[in-house]
């Protein structure tokens, strides 16, 4: 089975930094897109950053300038750097991966929490 292991998450003040990670495992499409969402208490899931299998990124326009997204394709790992941090990014973050068609399946990480203190 297909797995997403996320691991970076913690608690960081205002102005701090982090860097997620996820590894993905198991069977994967030959070409995939991957992204980072991030769903705070009471509301929605929310997408933050996306990379595609050619490398375009594109981002939320809260985090515009101050994350980064990654992949290293050698690792099967997306990365997300995570810099000048507020308190409105306090979240559940989940890693995203999914293939080019349109019939393919999404796959989800299990959440990694980010707690940004002022």
């Known amino acids: 089975q297909v797995q997403l292991v996320e691991s970076g998450g913690g608690l960081v003040q205002l102005g701090g930094s982090l860097r997620l990670s996820c590894a993905v495992s198991?069977?994967?499409?030959?070409?995939?897109?991957m992204g980072w969402y991030r769903q705070a208490p009471g509301k929605q899931r929310e997408l933050v950053a996306t990379?595609?299998?050619?490398?375009?990124?594109n981002y939320a326009d809260s985090v515009k300038g101050r994350f980064t997204i990654s992949r290293d394709n050698a690792k099967r790992t997306v990365y997300l750097q995570m810099n000048s941090l507020k308190p409105e990014d306090t979240a559940v973050y989940y890693c995203?991966?999914?293939?080019?068609?349109?019939?393919?399946?999404?796959?989800w990480g299990q959440g990694t929490q980010v707690t940004v203190s002022s």
């Open positions: 990379i595609s299998s050619s490398g375009s990124t």
């Open positions: 995203n991966v999914r293939g080019v068609w349109s019939w393919e399946p999404q796959y």
């Open positions: 198991g069977s994967i499409f030959s070409t995939y897109n």
